[in-house]
C-alpha cells in the first residue's frame, strides 16, 4: 500500500470528484446513478486513461475478445464504476434499498447458522457489481459484519471517502497495521469480515486469475484457519435496471492449505466476472506482469547466488 498523498495536483482531483459528487448527491436516486456512471463512462475515462488500461488489461487477460466486445467494454466498465462510487457516497439511501434484499445461493443457509453460532466468517468478493451491496445487505439483516478496506492514495478524497463507506455501516479496518489488531479482535469475536480479495499483492503467492499470475494476499485463508472460521464468495451482482442487485452467496470453501482456498476464491470470482464481463473493474492493475517478471529475475537472481 503506497503512502498517502496530498500534494497539489491531489487537491486538484479532489476539488473536481467533490464537485461531481455534489452535484449528482443533489439529484433523486434513481437519477443520480446512472449520471455518474455516464460521466465517468463518457468524460473522465478517456482523460483519466481508464480507456487505455480496460484494452491493456483484456489484452493480457482475454487477447482472444473481439475488438467490438472490448470497446463496448472500454465504455460499460467506468459506468459501472461511476454507479458504484456514488452509490457508496449515497450511504444510508442506498443500504435501505437492502431492506427486504434475499440472500440467493447455497451458501445463505451457512450464513445465517454462523451468525445465529456466533461463527467468525471470510466474506469474500471482489471489485465487481457493488461490492458493498454485500456489506449493506447483510448489515440489513442483522449480521455482524465489518470490512476491510484499502485507503485511498489521495488523502484529500480518502477522508470524506472513509465517511461516505462508513455510513453504511460499521466497524471498518484499514488495511495495514493500523487496523489489523481490531480486525483480528473482531474476527475473534465471531463477526463476519468482507474481503476484497482481487488486489496485487506483492508479496502475495503466484496464484492465477484468467489463467495469468496474479499475486494474492492469503490473509482470508490464513484468518479462516486459525480462527475457524466459513469462508463465503460473496457478490453484488448489478442487475439490466442498473440500480438493482441480487445479493449471491456461494457455498462456503472448504477447509486446505491457504493456496489451495484462496486460489478456489479466485477462481469463484473469475466464473462470475465471466458471466458479467462489464461489472469487473478491468481499471485496476490486477496483474502488474513487468514487475512480477523483475521480482521473479531478482529471486532467481538471488537463488543463484545461494
Known amino acids: ?12 482531483e479532489n476539488l473536481a470528484a467533490r464537485a461531481v459528487l455534489g452535484a449528482a448527491l443533489a439529484l433523486p436516486y434513481r437519477w443520480r446513478v446512472p449520471f455518474v456512471g455516464w460521466v465517468t463512462s ?5 482523460l483519466a486513461g481508464y480507456d487505455r488500461r480496460v484494452r491493456e488489461n483484456l489484452a493480457h487477460a482475454c487477447p482472444d475478445l473481439p475488438e467490438a466486445e472490448v470497446r463496448r467494454l472500454m465504455r460499460a466498465v467506468p459506468d459501472n464504476f461511476g454507479r ?39 466474506l469474500v468478493t471482489g471489485h465487481f457489481g457493488n461490492y458493498d451491496a454485500v456489506r449493506a445487505a447483510l448489515i440489513q439483516r442483522g449480521y455482524n459484519v465489518g470490512g476491510l478496506y484499502n485507503p485511498m492514495r489521495n488523502d484529500f478524497f480518502n477522508a470524506h471517502y472513509v465517511r461516505a463507506i462508513s455510513s453504511i455501516g460499521e466497524p471498518l479496518f484499514p488495511r495495514g497495521r493500523a487496523g489489523m489488531a481490531r480486525m483480528l479482535r473482531f474476527v475473534k469475536g465471531g463477526g463476519m ?79 462470475r ?12 492493475r490486477r496483474w502488474k506482469p513487468e514487475r512480477t517478471r523483475r521480482l521473479r529475475a531478482k529471486a532467481q537472481a538471488r537463488a543463484a547466488k545461494d
Not at 466476472?273 to 485496476?284: D, K
Open 84 to 122: 458504484t462510487l456514488i452509490e457508496l457516497y449515497s450511504g444510508r439511501e442506498f443500504a435501505r434499498r437492502f431492506a427486504d434484499a434475499p440472500i440467493h445461493g447455497p451458501g445463505a443457509a451457512a450464513l445465517e447458522q454462523a451468525h445465529t453460532e456466533g461463527r467468525p466468517v471470510m
Open 273 to 284: 466476472v465471466r458471466q458479467h464481463m462489464a461489472q469487473w473493474l478491468w481499471i485496476h
Open 42 to 46: 463518457r468524460l473522465v475515462a478517456p
Open 193 to 271: 469480515l468482507g474481503i476484497v480479495l482481487d488486489q496485487y499483492m506483492r508479496r502475495g503467492a503466484d496464484l492465477t486469475f484468467f489463467g495469468k499470475t496474479a499475486p494474492t494476499a492469503l490473509s482470508a485463508a490464513d484468518m479462516a484457519l486459525k480462527y475457524d472460521a466459513l469462508v463465503v464468495p460473496i457478490y453484488g451482482i448489478r442487475q439490466p435496471d442498473g440500480l438493482s442487485f441480487r445479493i449471491v452467496a456461494e457455498a462456503p470453501v472448504p477447509h486446505a492449505d491457504r493456496e489451495t482456498m484462496t486460489q478456489a476464491l479466485n477462481d469463484s470470482l473469475e466464473a
Open 1 to 12: 500500500m503506497g503512502k498517502p498523498r496530498r500534494g497539489p495536483r491531489e487537491f486538484v
